[in-house]
């Protein structure tokens, strides 16, 4: 008989609004934002092994993923053997399908299904509080990964309270092969600021979700939801990738509700009024060379196959 292995799922995620606070003393900011659940799934296997390992496939290139102690998903195989007193280990191999540094939690999703994938396997039964805690420690998106479905997050986005999303939310997504460094679209947020201070605003130091977004939610009101569609980071993105700007505007003519970078970019996000209209949208992104999926929200979260 060969080893035992678990296989779990957990979703990439669209930021649907985020509002950032100015930056702290600490290098970090305070943001406030609305995370969906997409179903486009990361898949992790776990098989016992006296050792933890971890390697990647599937349809994006993962050929410059490290695989030492570092990597996220050994780092929660780990933090799972650490909590429960498990001494032995495990092999972790990650389908990923999400883009790697595209905005979209795809790192966070690896950790949120090796969690769930190493606790069965290994018969922990941390339950879902625990799980959640450790996930706080792995990153600020890997607790909604965790969950999924729709969920206002603040402090650092880790801080989750769940919202009532009506029905289903119809997005393509529009995938670069080129991805963006999340410290890196905060700094230049930060230059943004601090060069066009007299012409901005004055920045708010406790981010706020605007109520009338909530309400497009809980309605299921695609055309009222793209209304509200926000990102401080866009600017920032933008600025680092301008052809991102190119794209927006080509899905804004070509059918969609709405269109928005997805938290730190580079990935675009475009809301559809319903399933045939985003089909159509993604079809003429495609078409025009772009690489265009369409996906549905809110998906669940982190669970064993």
């Not at 680092?240 to 505007?249: D, F, I, V």
């Amino acid at each position: 008989m060969g080893a035992h292995s678990v296989t779990a799922t957990a979703p990439g995620k669209i930021n649907v609004c985020l509002c950032v606070g100015p930056l702290r003393d600490d290098g970090f900011h305070d943001v406030a934002t609305i995370y969906q659940a997409v179903s486009l799934l990361e898949e992790v296997t776990a098989t016992e092994s006296a050792n933890f390992t971890a390697s990647f496939s599937g349809p994006i290139d993962t050929s410059h993923l490290t695989v030492d102690e570092s990597n996220l998903v050994i780092r929660a195989a780990r933090a799972v053997a650490a909590s429960s007193g498990y001494t032995g280990g495990a092999d972790i191999q990650v389908v990923k399908r999400v883009p790697i540094a595209g905005g979209m939690g795809g790192g966070s999703a690896d950790a949120a299904a090796t969690l769930v994938a190493v606790d069965a396997l290994w018969g922990t039964n941390l339950g879902m509080q625990k799980l959640a805690e450790i996930a706080a420690t792995l990153g600020a998106d890997v607790p909604f990964a965790l969950h999924g479905g729709t969920a206002l997050g603040v402090g650092r986005g880790d801080i989750l309270s769940p919202v009532l999303a009506k029905s289903a939310f119809h997005w393509v997504l529009v995938l670069n092969e080129v991805g963006l460094s999340t410290p890196e679209v905060f700094r230049q947020l930060d230059r943004h600021r601090a060069e066009h201070s007299i012409e901005i605003e004055t920045v708010a130091v406790d981010p706020a979700i605007d109520p009338k977004l909530l309400s497009a939610l809980r309605s299921g009101d695609a055309a009222a939801l793209a209304e509200y569609l926000k990102n401080d980071l866009q600017a920032a993105a933008l600025q680092l990738m301008p052809n991102l700007g190119e794209t927006l505007e080509f899905g804004e003519t070509h059918g969609a509700l709405a269109g928005i970078v997805s938290g730190s970019g580079p990935t675009v996000a475009l809301l559809a009024a319903d399933e045939d209209s985003a089909a159509h949208l993604a079809a003429s992104l495609t078409a025009d060379g772009r690489d265009a999926i369409t996906v549905s929200a809110p998906a669940l979260g982190a669970r064993v196959n």
